[in-house]
């Protein structure tokens, strides 16, 4: 066990690019995919995408719908209505939901320190949380940790996790009080 904050972000990856799995190509959660965790995959990989190339959000989710999502190797096919819906909430919400994962973050710790892909993760689960309200946060929660497990490690992965339930607990106290007030 080491002297560091478990709630601070993990130090900015440094390594080589092969350290990481390419979120551009498909990772394997790890639980059977389901259509709808497939497009939440398909989500970060877009954002991810939108993010590096500077490309709209629209040119990415027709570029997706058009050769990515119908990949042969994709079981099962991703939701085609989730995964747009999701790719361009995020995109259109995203100082919005920069400002509330900022929020979440240990101080001192800016967005851009983290890694692209860490970002592009926790952008799309906190829209989810902030937008589909017929989702229960602990099922964003527990999607997108799955999500995390095909891109991060398992220190990231408890990252993502901390930070989705703090903004959980932010946009949704209804569903999960804070912890303080559990303890009573």
């Not at 995408?49 to 190797?73: K, N």
């Not at 829209?127 to 229960?136: G, K, N, S, Y």
């Not at 490690?153 to 930070?163: A, L, S, Y």
Request: hydrophobic share 40%; glycine share 6%; net charge neutral.
């Amino acid at each position: 066990m080491t002297g560091r904050d478990p709630s601070a972000p993990p130090e900015p990856d440094g390594g080589s690019p092969a350290a990481r799995p390419d979120p551009t190509r498909s990772g394997r959660p790890r639980r059977q995919e389901s259509p709808r965790l497939a497009a939440r995959v398909a989500a970060v990989q877009a954002l991810y995408q939108i993010e590096m190339s500077g490309r709209p959000a629209e040119e990415v989710i027709a570029e997706f719908r058009d050769h990515r999502l119908a990949e042969a190797d994709r079981t099962p096919p991703a939701d085609a209505k989730l995964f747009a819906s999701l790719t361009a909430a995020a995109s259109v919400r995203r100082v919005d939901i920069d400002r509330l994962i900022t929020g979440a973050l240990t101080a001192g710790w800016p967005l851009d320190r983290l890694d692209s892909v860490m970002r592009a993760v926790l952008r799309a689960g906190a829209c989810e949380l902030l937008e589909f309200a017929d989702v229960p946060a602990r099922v964003v929660i527990d999607q997108y940790l799955d999500v995390a497990h095909a891109f991060l490690g398992d220190k990231e992965r408890g990252f993502v996790n901390g930070v989705l339930d703090r903004l959980a607990r932010e946009l949704r106290p209804q569903e999960l009080p804070n912890a303080a007030k559990e303890k009573r």
